[in-house]
């Protein structure tokens, strides 16, 4: 609840009272909470009156529940976003995208590999379900699927009822988390050539390899649901790379590379992907993070696919029992 006022005038004297809610250290989740209870009703009985968190520090996702619940924020490291509509009064500034004194480790359940099956499960799969069945989703033990959703209500990404059973999910913010925490082409695991024939033709060889195991990720799989350019780097999914790199003729390259061969860190990538014209594809919720986790234009062509999900939610996103 706040714990102060301010006001704010203009030159003429006239002018309102600012709410502040002192939040010396504060989490995504506790905020969204104080935003649907205690400090919604204060707004309402003070007749609207602005509020401004102040905190040491806000994390990203701290911001982001604040912009959307319309409430002003500031912190010591030079974050800050105060617009009030009279007086007129509009302050953006960036400050520290890490907290500069950390209470703990950052949570690992959120980055790794594990967690990707989840956070795919989460986003792929209406609730509500139960910790074990979510478990049984993801194929993931319900242990680490527990701590994984602990991480997650921390960011006020899901939100799950007294007995532990996830109700809501903020899928789009939760895609976003996890796409800017994972780098798609990791050094260890990804190989770069030069497509003899470029690297549409080499796509198009694609539905002559039989039963070889693969799934076409990055901006030629984004482009078949919303083209944003012409896509030009094949990214492909391959347990044994080698055998591709045979079947179709790549040669390796470090530089100027147009094919990224990644061999994933666990099946979970391939979980609920499909077939077009007799090559496979990931899902759009894989296409999306993986994007996100990328650099040059795929970042924006990850935003445009997450845009098709929101607006069209009805076409991927199924219950646990696989009905739409």
Not at 244 to 269: C, E, F, K, T, Y
């Amino acid at each position: 609840m706040p714990d102060d006022r301010f006001i704010v005038k203009d030159r003429s004297g006239a002018g309102r009272s600012i709410l502040v809610d002192v939040r010396p250290r504060t989490t995504p989740a506790e905020l969204d909470r104080a935003y649907n209870d205690a400090l919604a009703r204060r707004v309402r009985r003070d007749a609207g009156s602005p509020i401004l968190v102040v905190a040491n520090y806000l994390s990203p996702r701290s911001r982001e529940v604040l912009e959307a619940a319309n409430i002003n924020y500031l912190d010591l490291t030079g974050n800050a976003r105060i617009a009030i509509d009279y007086p007129g009064l509009v302050v953006r500034t960036e400050g520290a995208q890490r907290e500069p004194t950390p209470r703990r480790r950052p949570d690992r359940g959120i980055s790794g590999p594990a967690a990707g099956q989840i956070i795919r499960a989460l986003a792929d799969f209406k609730p509500p379900y139960s910790v074990t069945q979510l478990a049984g989703l993801a194929e993931v033990s319900a242990g680490y699927c527990s701590r994984t959703l602990q991480a997650l209500e921390r960011e006020a990404l899901v939100r799950r009822d007294k007995r532990g059973t996830v109700e809501e999910v903020d899928w789009p913010a939760m895609l976003r988390r996890r796409g800017n925490a994972v780098a798609l082409f990791d050094n260890a695991r990804t190989t770069t050539y030069i497509a003899r024939s470029g690297a549409r033709r080499t796509l198009e060889a694609f539905s002559d390899l039989g039963d070889q195991r693969y799934a076409v990720t990055g901006s030629f799989a984004a482009s078949r649901i919303r083209a944003v350019t012409a896509p030009v780097g094949l990214a492909v999914y391959a347990p044994e790379p080698d055998t591709l790199v045979s079947a179709l003729n790549l040669l390796p390259a470090d530089q100027g590379a147009d094919v990224r061969l990644i061999r994933p860190a666990n099946d979970g990538v391939f979980a609920r992907s499909s077939t077009s014209d007799d090559t496979r594809y990931v899902a759009p919720s894989q296409i999306v993070l993986d994007c996100l986790g990328s650099t040059g234009r795929m970042p924006q062509e990850g935003e445009a696919v997450l845009e098709w999900m929101i607006e069209n939610e009805a076409a991927w996103r199924i219950s646990p029992g696989g009905e739409p």
